[in-house]
């Protein structure tokens, strides 16, 4: 009876490992497909309006337009050109927009980009005590303090600066992009952080 008992769990949990993670990551495509069409719904509606075609058509026509202008306008800010009209309208007008900057610094971090200043990942200790955030150093100053942003989970464009002595921060050795996968999923996936903090600084501080 046992053995029954155990083969039937075992079964069972091992099919919830299979069958759960496929339909988590269906459940998060819809999410994300449904809400991409909710706020393109006016162009969907036009283009449904204009050739009579299918609404899921439409939101895929959308869709492949919008990247399509994405990558003409990357072709477009290589150039001389486009990098001059690119750097004009942003100085003159987007950075004037409260949060334009840590929105753009952000994304370019998730995409993988070198630009942002958010060179340096960290644990940081801003309340001077054992309670330690995930940090990003963001500048460095002669007398051996740090700025860092502390972003908020799971929304990394929000969060808080800190100007913090050099004891209290802790530079590790983790991809900017892991830790704000990390952080946009609350804390998940914070291991190897907490290891190469361990790894670095756990004999001096045991």
Known sequence: MDRIKAFFKTSLLGGTVVILPVVILIFVFNWVFNFVTNHIQPL???VIKRYEIPRISADVFVIFIIIMICFTVGVFVTT??????????????????????????????????KESPFRTVA?????????????????RHADGSFTVFVPTGPNPTSGNIFHLKGENVYP?????EEVMRSIISCGAGSKRLI????????????
Do not use: C, Q, W
């Open 44 to 46: 969907t509606n036009m």
């Open 80 to 113: 001389r050109l486009g990098k001059f009209v690119h750097r004009s309208i942003e100085n003159r007008i987007l950075k004037a927009a409260p949060g334009y900057s840590l929105i753009k610094e952000t994304i370019v971090h998730i995409l993988g980009e």
């Open 123 to 139: 644990l940081a200790r801003i309340f001077g005590n054992d309670t330690m955030v995930s940090a990003f150093v963001t500048d």
């Open 172 to 176: 590790v050795n983790v991809p900017v």
């Open 195 to 206: 290891a190469d903090y361990y790894r670095k600084y756990g004999s001096e501080e045991s």
